[in-house]
């Protein structure tokens, strides 16, 4: 019986180095995915503001945002806020879509899907498509869109305007105002 315990014994320890060895699998890499279509950063709930010289222009808001380096794109989904603000730093206008964008090299705006916009003077603003240029300071669209103010609701298409909804042209009008 001894003899039987030395020899598992020997067998056991000369077979210890084996028991460890076993080929390496090497992670597979999907051939059909582009690395350069990928984000090169991601996060949730979280804000970009978009300043320049110290002023703040926007603050947008997304439940997404996937950072596109090679394109000079952040892309914005989940729901979308955007805050603008006066030279003086005071709120004028918010923003809210579906979805959209910021072109990293210009800082424009694209919103995306059930936009409205509502400034602090009561005008409302909706659209399914919406831009924001960032070194005028203006929004436009060539869609359809409805403006409605303390003192008229108008319809159209095509669209030009101030952040603030005061200044604004509907290219091809459709609706009804009131004269005074």
């Not at 400034?119 to 005028?136: K, M, Y």
């Amino acid at each position: 019986m001894i003899r039987v315990v030395k020899i598992f014994i020997v067998f056991f320890v000369v077979s210890l180095p084996f028991l460890g060895c076993e080929e390496k699998l090497k992670p597979s890499v999907i051939q059909t995915i582009d690395s350069r279509l990928l984000p090169q950063q991601e996060s949730w709930n979280s804000d970009i503001v978009v300043s320049d010289s110290g002023h703040v222009h926007a603050i947008i808001h997304a439940g997404n945002i996937r950072v596109f380096e090679n394109d000079h794109r952040t892309q914005l989904s989940q729901g979308v806020t955007v805050h603008f603000f006066s030279a003086e730093g005071h709120e004028t206008s918010v923003l809210t879509s579906a979805e959209g964008s910021v072109d990293e090299t210009t800082n424009n705006l694209e919103a995306d899907n059930h936009v409205v916009a509502v400034s602090t003077n009561g005008s409302r603003l909706v659209t399914e498509r919406l831009f924001w240029d960032n070194v005028r300071q203006l929004i436009h669209t060539p869609e359809y869109v409805e403006i409605t103010t303390p003192k008229e609701k108008i319809h159209g298409h095509g669209f030009e305007s101030d952040q603030t909804l005061k200044n604004y042209k509907i290219f091809v009008v459709t609706g009804q105002g009131h004269a005074e």
